[in-house]
């Protein structure tokens, strides 16, 4: 293994601040300072500024976020996700977002990479939706979602399909309530909204308010 990943790994410090330590001759494997670029062994004793380094033990679930819950440590009186999650889950950290009014897979991990992964848009990570509206959509209305609406924050692209007031929505994007941002645009309110697939991941019949762990093998 490069090194810089297993600081990484082990330390809470992203790639590029292990790159910074690594210059910074902080880092020493078996009493040498370390490399950038070095690889290094199961065998070897690794320290940041001479406290040994060991392998963090990543964890990631899939939670059914009920509608009603805040995704967040602190619901000031209400309902929150760590409410639903055992105690050895509750340093977990969830991957992008859900409104409390939404529904559906939601991850939590403590692996940063996995959640760079996810969340970056360079990696263009798809995540789907159902949605349902107050109205039937006008077809020139789905029309113009699909090829794109101007919203204050940029563009919102969305891939839509459906009928009437139901309707598939697939997107790579991730900014705040932009589903419901591009529907009241033009005129429509979004009644529910509940995620079935993120990446890889699918809810599945995961029953509501219940969680899964995600194998690493499961992990793309």
Not at 24 to 36: D, F, P, Q, Y
Not at 63 to 73: A, D, E, N, T, W
Not at 151 to 158: A, F, K, Q, R, V
Request: net charge positive; glycine share 8%; hydrophobic share 35%.
């Amino acid at each position: 293994m490069r090194i810089n990943k297993f600081v990484a790994q082990s330390s809470n410090l992203s790639r590029r601040a292990a790159d910074e330590v690594l210059k910074s001759s902080r880092i020493t494997v078996n009493g040498i300072i370390a490399s950038l670029g070095q690889s290094i062994t199961d065998k070897d004793v690794i320290l940041l500024d001479g406290i040994s380094l060991t392998p963090q033990k990543f964890c990631t679930i899939m939670l059914h976020k009920p509608v009603g819950y805040i995704v967040s440590r602190n619901g000031q009186g209400k309902s929150t996700i760590y409410d639903l999650l055992p105690e050895r889950f509750q340093h977990l950290q969830p991957v992008g977002r859900l409104d409390k009014d939404s529904s559906g897979l939601l991850l939590l991990t403590n692996d940063g990479q996995l959640a760079q992964h996810l969340t970056h848009p360079s990696f263009n990570k798809t995540k789907h939706y159902a949605v349902l509206l107050n109205k039937a959509l006008k077809t020139a209305d789905k029309l113009a979602i699909n090829r794109g609406i101007q919203l204050n924050d940029g563009i919102s692209h969305l891939s839509i399909t459906g009928d009437g007031d139901k309707w598939h929505i697939v997107m790579s994007e991730g900014r705040n309530r932009q589903i419901h941002r591009t529907f009241e645009y033009l005129g429509y309110r979004v009644k529910s909204l509940h995620r079935t697939n993120f990446g890889s991941f699918e809810l599945g019949l995961l029953p509501v308010g219940k969680w899964q762990i995600i194998e690493k093998t499961d992990i793309i």
